[in-house]
């Protein structure tokens, strides 16, 4: 997998008009003329914004005779799938380091909380600056 | 388990992860510097703590020091902290124009247990873009590192 491609990818979908149409694909093919239709833009522009997410990969039109239809590519959200799960199996490990850090936090506090009890009673007891 | 979403409508990252820990032990893991040395940076990296003002207006400044020596640097303000709320902004100065305004929010789920929810928000989907792409390396490393464990253990 290319860094290049899924910067694309994203470049492609930080626009609102393609999110929607990947949105739209997502549910099924369409021409181009049916993808035009909701939107208050030309068909020409509609061909634009394809363009950029078939550049990305994300959409590809049926070879064949007009009207061709838009299909969605399915490898491309794959990719940023695995893009997401690997930056969260990142956050993941980070947060299997401090579960470690939290379980000795408990520990200092219990055998803290036990030398607290051995203390009570002596007047002059030492005394504890984390806990006043 | 770390849940991760990316909006598809604003450039933002949310993470979600559940810990053993009282509310008052998660916040202080996050807010005393040794503490958070010890589990911030990634398996093969050592956290070194320049400065650290952890208080409402405070800031904060640390590098992650790579095997070879190489030094990454990274700062930002506490805006905000509350017993259940971090505010704060988080820049690498690699990249210092591209800042994120993070909230970490914490829920206390009663029994020793918390809830962490992490809101990231990045100026442009580009920025997110690079963000996400940083830990590609460090999390495929650490994604075989432990599918190595697993074959080791005879988990696989």
């Not at chain 1, 690997?86 to 408990?106: F, G, K, P, S």
């Not at chain 2, 949310?14 to 510097?33: N, S, V, Y």
């Not at chain 2, 929010?105 to 989907?125: A, M, P, Y």
């Not at chain 2, 873009?129 to 074959?151: C, I, N, P």
């Amino acid at each position: 997998m290319s860094p290049d491609t899924l910067s694309r990818v994203f470049a492609a979908l930080a626009d609102p008009t393609r999110r929607d149409i990947v949105d739209r694909l997502a549910a099924d093919e369409a021409t181009v003329n049916q993808l035009a239709e909701p939107y208050r833009m030309s068909v020409q522009a509609v061909y634009k914004h394809l363009r950029v997410l078939e550049e990305a990969g994300l959409v590809s039109r049926a070879p064949g005779p007009q009207p061709r239809r838009v299909r969605l590519r399915a490898e491309a959200l794959d990719l940023m799938d695995e893009w997401l799960e690997r930056y969260r199996r990142r956050a993941e490990e980070r947060y299997q380091r401090l579960d470690r850090v939290l379980a000795t936090m408990r520990q200092t506090n219990e055998s803290e909380e036990n030398s607290d009890d051995d203390d009570r009673g002596g007047p002059d007891g030492p005394h504890h600056p984390h806990h006043p | 388990m770390t849940t991760i979403e990316a909006d598809p409508t604003v450039p933002i990252i949310r993470i979600t992860r559940d810990f053993q820990a009282t509310p008052e032990q998660l916040l202080r893991a996050h807010t005393d510097p040794e503490l958070f040395a010890r589990w911030v940076g990634p398996d093969s990296t050592r956290t070194r703590v320049d400065h650290w003002d952890a208080r409402t207006g405070g800031s904060f400044r640390f590098v992650s020091v790579i095997d070879d020596g190489v030094e990454f640097g990274f700062r930002g303000c506490f805006h905000e902290i509350r017993p259940d709320r971090i505010v704060q902004t988080f820049t690498f100065e690699g990249d210092p124009d591209g800042v994120a305004l993070e909230t970490l929010w914490i829920e206390d789920l009663g029994g020793g247990r918390c809830r962490l929810r992490v809101q990231s928000l990045v100026d442009s989907f580009e920025g997110r873009d690079a963000w996400l792409k940083s830990g590609m390396e460090t999390g495929v490393e650490q994604g075989y590192a432990k599918l190595d464990r697993m074959l080791a253990d005879g988990a696989v």
